[in-house]
């Protein structure tokens, strides 16, 4: 049995997990940013191997509200950002190391 967190299968063929995140200060105008990071998994499921993350895809006056925003995505829009950012990356994604180039 793996560690690994549930996972989406990408359009590589790989496994990743998501988890949102906001930023810690608001931007000049006095927004949070929020988005989504997919952590791509090893072959076996027993390490992270990489990662790519979404530009910003909610904007709120507190971090709360941004985040509010991005939970409320479907999964299938998720796995639609999860297979842009791949396109993004190309297909071969971040290195075994664990560094996106």
């Known amino acids: 049995m793996h560690e690994r967190a549930p996972a989406f299968s990408g359009k590589d063929g790989q496994a990743y997990s998501v988890a949102t995140f906001v930023d810690d200060a ?29 530009e910003y895809l909610a904007w709120g006056k507190t971090p709360a509200e941004a985040l509010a925003q991005v939970l409320a995505l479907t999964l299938q829009v998720v796995k639609q950002h999860l297979d842009r950012c791949i396109d993004a990356t190309g297909a071969a994604g971040g290195g075994e190391d664990g560094r996106w180039p």
């Open 26 to 54: 608001p931007d000049p105008t006095g927004r949070y940013g929020a988005a989504l990071l997919f952590v791509r998994w090893s072959e076996a499921g027993d390490r992270p191997v990489g990662h790519v993350e979404t």
